[in-house]
């Protein structure tokens, strides 16, 4: 069975804010799978990320936790021991989790062949992250999980078209041309006039 030296679960937007503030499920399911895995000795490491969506921000919501730790919650009820869970907790959107992935976990751990379990509807855009801010020094793989119907993001073409318009300056594998652009970039003030434009009921669940 191949071996890798991290398996990477990114953080989603919780379903229901406010209310029951659980993840997706196809969250649940790479985590799931991410266990089973490491228990297999497929990886040493299994690293969470994310602190929460950059709408809340917006919103001026404080999630009542960070989505790198929640998920680390997880981990440790399902028997993962805590040296081998990994978290990165600054990143808002996908962008800036391979942004800080590679700065703080990456490359301190040298960590340079990984397995992202991601959604099934994900992995498009996530692969092209991974090429444009980790590089070709990178071995990067993926495992798809199933996510239900209603948890597709409804604008995920639009989202990834308007992020690779802000990506196509950067040459691959050059983090630093990004330094400094989270959360003030042109970028995050054109998702957050979007957002505002909607309704209030509409702004944390489309």
């Not at 950059?54 to 919103?59: A, H, I, W």
């Not at 301190?108 to 855009?125: M, Q, T």
């Not at 990834?160 to 802000?166: D, N, P, R, S």
Request: hydrophobic share 35%.
């Amino acid at each position: 069975m191949k071996r890798y030296d991290g398996i990477v679960i990114l953080g989603s937007q919780p379903i229901n804010p406010s209310v029951s503030w659980t993840f997706p499920t196809h969250v649940y399911n790479s985590l799931d799978r991410a266990i089973e895995l490491h228990h297999k000795k497929v990886s040493p490491y299994i690293i969470v990320s994310g602190k929460w969506s950059v709408r809340f921000d917006t919103l001026k919501i404080t999630p009542p936790f960070t989505e790198c730790d929640k998920m680390a919650e997880y981990l440790l009820e399902k028997g993962v021991t805590k040296e081998f869970i990994l978290r990165e907790d600054e990143s808002k959107d996908t962008v800036s989790n391979l942004y800080y992935l590679k700065k703080l976990i990456f490359k301190p751990r040298k960590i340079k062949e990984i397995l992202f379990i991601v959604a099934d509807f994900r992995i498009e855009r996530i692969r092209y992250f991974c090429k444009r801010i980790l590089g070709s020094e990178y071995k990067v793989h993926f495992l798809s999980v199933n996510s239900e119907s209603g948890e597709i993001y409804p604008n995920e073409a639009h989202t990834f078209k308007i992020y690779k318009e802000f990506l196509s300056p950067m040459k691959s594998g050059d983090d630093a041309w990004l330094d400094g652009k989270f959360f003030t970039a042109p970028i995050y003030s054109y998702w957050k006039n979007l957002l505002l434009k909607k309704s209030p009921k509409d702004r944390l669940f489309s």
